[in-house]
């Protein structure tokens, strides 16, 4: 059974930081293509930041210098720093092997396992 479980989310000062975890069972990461997705409240589903099979990364404009992606076997980690109230929201990470992709291409949708998610607050 091939499972995703997030953690670390929480309620933070706006300013403040967290750190994400995406831990797998049943599977490494390290072959797969993992991004962390966010919706905020009342809006659609939005992509963060995502590391591709070789370690390469990228993030949305929103998240640029603020945020950082990584990986390590079965756990990849989303530090977010200088948190912002628009940051709040649900964040879940999904992964897919991508073995038809580019080993640095990280697609926008098409993901095969998601997370439950975990619930980030930045109060101003």
């Known amino acids: 059974q091939l499972q995703l479980v997030e953690s670390g989310g929480g309620l933070v000062q706006a300013g403040g930081s967290l750190r994400l975890s995406c831990a797998a069972s049943?599977?490494?990461?390290?072959?797969?293509?993992v991004r962390w997705f966010r919706r905020a409240p009342g809006k659609e589903r939005e992509g963060v930041a995502c590391i591709s099979r070789d370690g390469t990364t990228n993030y949305a404009d929103s998240v640029k210098g603020r945020f950082v992606i990584s990986k390590d076997n079965a756990t990849v980690l989303l530090q977010m720093n200088s948190l912002k109230s628009e940051d709040t929201g649900d964040y879940y990470c999904a992964a897919t092997p991508g073995e038809y992709y580019s080993t640095t291409y990280c697609p926008e949708t098409m993901y095969d396992y998601w997370g439950q998610g975990t619930q980030v607050t930045v109060s101003s």
């Open positions: 049943g599977f490494t990461l390290n072959d797969f293509i």
